[in-house]
């Protein structure tokens, strides 16, 4: 379902940047006073539909992902360490739906409305600590960013550890 549900959030997106463009373009430009927008488009509105459903269910394929990162003991003891590393990334840990939370998952969002709102609320990045392997997934460029961040923050840990 949820699936289906970034596809259907996706199709609205592109659909509302696609008409600002083609609204900006045809208002700014000189043209035929009896020309209207929708007529640029006469004969090929099945191709641009096709375009923008096929767009759409590809998009949450590419553009979400899962991530493991080796991360070893003490996941729920450093849940706080950890979540304050991403903080600095603009990543807050959500708030828990139904009042308890896991201590192996931690769950964290973007901080800013503005950019919650262009990504239609689907910016959450959940950390899932199984077996001394933690598993990032949200958005594919996300995914990345705290998966290296908490890479880095393991070396630097090891490295600290063995000057000790």
């Excluded at 997106?13 to 006073?33: G, K, Q, R």
């Excluded at 488009?41 to 759409?56: E, T």
């Excluded at 594919?140 to 490295?159: C, H, I, P």
Aim: net charge positive; aromatic share 10%; hydrophobic share 45%.
């Amino acid at each position: 379902m949820r699936y289906f549900i970034r596809s259907v959030k996706c199709l609205v997106l592109v659909a509302i940047l696609f008409t600002i463009v083609v609204l900006a373009m045809f208002y700014l430009s000189e043209h035929d006073s009896s020309l209207r927008p929708w007529d640029l488009f006469c004969g090929n509105w099945k191709k641009i539909i096709l375009f923008f459903v096929a767009y759409a269910a590809v998009y949450p394929l590419i553009g979400y992902s899962k991530r493991d990162v080796p991360f070893g003991e003490g996941f729920s003891a450093r849940r706080q360490e950890i979540a304050n590393l991403l903080r600095q990334m603009n990543l807050v840990p959500s708030s828990p739906e139904n009042g308890t939370v896991a201590p192996n998952v931690l769950k964290l969002h973007n901080n800013s409305g503005f950019v919650r709102v262009l990504r239609l609320f689907e910016d959450t990045v959940t950390l899932t600590e199984n077996e001394g392997i933690v598993t990032v997934e949200g958005q594919r460029k996300d995914v990345v960013r705290v998966s290296m961040r908490l890479e880095d923050y393991l070396r630097k840990r090891a490295e600290n550890q063995e000057q000790q």
